[in-house]
């Protein structure tokens, strides 16, 4: 099922809504909405639901305008922040929902309702479930439940909307992953809206960044790394450092002398910053270097906390643990691996 | 460290350390006050009829005059409740979900204002409002007599009373809880297919059940024990449209205390049995 999101605009007023975003969603492909509270990434994805209504724009599935089709014959599959279960249903009741409200001749038979129950259970593997209560649910199980009632309907979309947001952390991994295997099983179109930038990193076959009502960039989770379309998609998706400097003859010079010059795209001169994530880094020892405060082992690397001389700028690196770890007090020069260059108003030097 | 140096050493818990500070002089004071202002009147009341022996207290809850009364006000108020709770709920669902802003949020406020006039009104002054406007010659009773139709000094008048005292209390039973439930199941609900209707029957609904049964109690209790606006509009015909209440009144007036008790004492078990079925009715939808 392909997805078309044509300039949708929503005016809100106060600044808040969306301004035009556009992307379409290959049929199978699994796509993930971030950016800060705010950005419209949950009113997007009501829109796309048909529980919201644009003020301009089109969403199409497949060529066809869903228009002003009302939610409930949209056939698109949709999960809940917290949920939403009927608290006064069982876990079956639950699921056969969809199937149960459909029109007499539609409606498939009881026994039918009851196999189709029990086979999405199985599959999302709470098959002990069946006659509990949603109030008896852990965050997990509820979840599972949630999405078992979406997929009742045989819906030709999924969305997401923060699915993991309410699971404690343990959890919160292991869904994700069994959550993109069994999209991956099904082939199910999916939109899903989190904050957790790593979530959707992780996750998703592409991940679109919004920001303030606007798409500043929809790619996949490489590309977005290799060649953000701005500062602020570069620091929203990880942790970044980010170092002042000029680009001059194609060579940028930091303005810290402890940071090593590297060449930048020709025939741009400026002022500039460029962008690193923590562990793209490489030391190496030198007089005027920055100097080691601290190092402390963490996982795969060593969290090493520098001050660079002139500024006194504090900023902290990772560097692979096999490496061996400066001492504390000792001078290092910084090598930036693979930089990115921004103009001072955010936008990329390529 | 050797595990005897480990000491597993507990708070120091007081024997019959109360829970709430201040426990005590708190269920006294409440208990003295439900006994003084509850309990004592109802003993009072369960007691006195009794003076003449149970022979005479059978032979007054016999008669036909008093059978009809008390009938009439337990089934009066029965359909007042329910009139009630219908009008209420889709009043409760006006005020909970009707705009939060633009020109007709300023009816929905004025709405919120009305309900709970006649919470304040003098029962009196309704009955005589509600007497003038569906009598032979008010407003809404002149047109309706041309029909055929008579509301006040019958039945149905006795309804219009009880519907318009006993409504406000079906009404702000329902709407916090209404307006309390979660946008988001209604709209599980719709994207899983669900028309409108169906969204009320099989998710709104059964979410309200226990604040409509709230709601019926409380609309039914308020409509059984009504008396200044019902005596107004009734009629008041002897074993026709008479309510009990009145009938205690007349029994009082007579100076026949005893006989007034009596009644008293069956519509207060009447309407302890009610409330009492009710609230299982409410606890068994927990």
Redesign the interface.
Known sequence: MNLEIDSISLDYGAGRGLDAVGFTVAPGEFVALVGPSGAGKTTLLRII???ARASAGHVRRDGVDLGSL?????????V???Y?????LSVAGNVA??LK??PRRLRPSRAERRARVAELLALVQVAELAEARPATLSGGQSQRVALA??L??DPSLLLLDEPFGALDPLVRRDIRVWLRALQQRLGLTTVMVTHDRQEAMEIADRVAVLRGGKLLQIDTPAVLEAAPADAFVMRFLGETLEFPGRVEAGVFTPVSSAIAPFAAPPGRAGEAVALIRPWQVRLSPAPDGAQIDETHPAGAFHRISLTLPGTGAAFEILSPAELPTPARGQRMRIELLTPRLFTPKGEPIR | MSKENIVFRSLPITPHRPLLPGFAPALGTTLLWTGLLVALPLSALALRPWEHGPGAMLHVLTGDRVRAALALSFGAAALAATIALGLGLVLAWALARGPRSGPLAAVRRGLDLLIDLPFALPTAVSGIALATLYGPRGWFGAPLHELGIDIAYTRAGIEVALVFVSLPFAVRAVEPVLAAL?A??E?????????HL?VLA??VL??L?PALLAAYALAFARALGEYGSVIFIAGNMPGRSEIAPLLIVIRLQEFDEASAAAIGLLMLLGAALCLAALSAARRALR
């Open positions: 639901g048909g529980l009302p939610a409930r014959r949209r056939n698109i599959g949709f809940f922040q917290d939403a279960l009927f608290p006064h929902f969809g409200v459909r009632r979406a009742a309907t | 979660p988001a199941r709209e599980a609900a719709e994207s899983l297919g669900a028309t169906q099989r998710i059964p979410a059940r």
